[in-house]
């Protein structure tokens, strides 16, 4: 079992980014952020990352590639993440983004399974309610 840590990108930049079905949220580090519009949460909030605890009160929505795929997703603004396996983390993908995207890990090998956003096909249920 492992860690899987792997390259991307964010907002046109080379990032480390820990794959963590732990963490709900998604992280990145703030010098990825440049040029991304930042918005202020409804009420502040604490969160425990990297081993400390820090207050989020701002939020964006972010744009990448992994192994050339693109993705979209809301992540959390930080100042650090910390390392993991001797490496410094610029990008936590948090499960809500995974699931979003249907990326799906496979620790054994370290791998990441991208079927679902390669094809990019959504498919969305409802309900219809008929009023006769």
């Known amino acids: 079992m492992s860690r899987i840590i792997k390259t991307i990108e964010i907002e046109g930049q080379q990032g480390v980014a820990l794959f963590d079905t732990g963490a709900t949220l998604t992280y990145v580090v703030k010098k990825f952020l440049k040029d991304v519009p930042l918005r202020s949460v409804l009420r502040p909030y604490k969160v425990a990352i990297g081993g400390r605890e820090i207050e989020v009160k ?52 370290g791998s990441l399974d991208l079927t679902f956003l390669k094809e990019r096909i959504f498919t969305e249920f409802c309900i219809l309610i008929f009023d006769f």
Do not use: S
């Open 58 to 109: 701002e939020f964006c929505a972010i744009r990448g590639k992994i192994e050339g795929l693109g993705f979209d997703t809301e992540a959390t603004p930080v100042d650090k993440i910390g390392k993991a396996d001797g490496k410094e983390i610029d990008i936590l993908i948090g499960a809500l983004t995974m699931e979003q995207w249907g990326i799906k890990l496979d620790p054994k090998n």
